[in-house]
């Protein structure tokens, strides 16, 4: 596709379940970023992958999050044991690399919009 | 902890007017910049950056001015549309991070017709 694809648009869980949300970067983009948004808030940064492996991922909450990109293309959020504060959307973003030594342009998708009951 | 902020969380103007966004930054590393728009229902959409060695840039009816001295960002929207009608939210990159981009709380922006 065109641009960033996220799925699912939207997932409704209870308390405690697992969820994975998946991410499908612009092709040819080796840099991908998860970033949470809450309700009138801006996007928190979460993590950043450059290629296969995760560069940086000191903006993941606690350890019930996890994420992959095992190909270096398609990432997956996953989140065990949902609470109700998880709730937000999650926004995965992807860039060319690091255009001039910075992020360039980040390309985000729609979002998942995660809601825990 | 050291955070970018806005001014104004809500901005209203008449289509055709200029619109001026405002942002503040605190991180003093912080050397790169970017404004983006967010509609409804979607993920944040890149208008325009700009880097700690400029003090204006300029882009198709819009204009992002840096102040260092005050640690101010601004975006102009000349001849504001009501496709404009968006929320704004400038960024920074983390204390001068590769990849990290800290953003503002946002500010909507409504264009009345």
């Known amino acids: 596709g065109a641009g960033v694809s996220q799925t699912p648009s939207n997932k409704v869980t209870e308390k405690g379940k697992y969820v994975e949300l998946r991410c499908d970067p612009i092709s040819g983009h080796t840099a991908l970023y998860w970033y949470r948004q809450s309700l009138g808030q801006g996007p928190e940064f979460l993590i950043y992958?450059?290629?296969?492996?995760?560069?940086?991922d000191s903006g993941l909450p606690n350890d019930r999050f996890f994420a992959v990109r095992p190909e270096g293309s398609v990432s997956t959020l996953k989140i065990q044991r949902t609470e109700r504060g998880d709730s937000a959307v999650y926004l995965c973003a992807s860039s060319r690399g690091l255009a001039g030594g910075k992020t360039g342009e980040l390309f985000f998708g729609e979002g998942s919009r995660l809601t825990v009951l | 902890g050291e955070s970018v902020g806005l001014h104004l969380p809500t901005l209203s103007v008449q289509e055709g007017d200029n619109s001026i966004i405002n942002c503040a930054y605190s991180n003093s590393a912080s050397d790169y910049f970017i404004w983006y728009k967010q509609e409804s229902g979607k993920g944040p959409q890149f208008i325009i950056d700009i880097r700690s060695n400029m003090d204006k840039r300029q882009g198709q009816r819009v204009t992002v001015l840096l102040n260092k001295t005050v640690k101010h960002l601004s975006l102009q929207i000349a001849a504001t549309q009501p496709g404009d009608s968006a929320v704004y939210f400038c960024?920074?990159?983390?204390?001068?991070?590769?990849?990290?981009?800290?953003f503002g709380k946002g500010t909507l922006l409504t264009v009345n017709p």
């Open positions: 992958f450059q290629g296969t492996g995760a560069a940086d």
């Open positions: 960024a920074e990159n983390s204390g001068g991070s590769n990849y990290k981009l800290t």
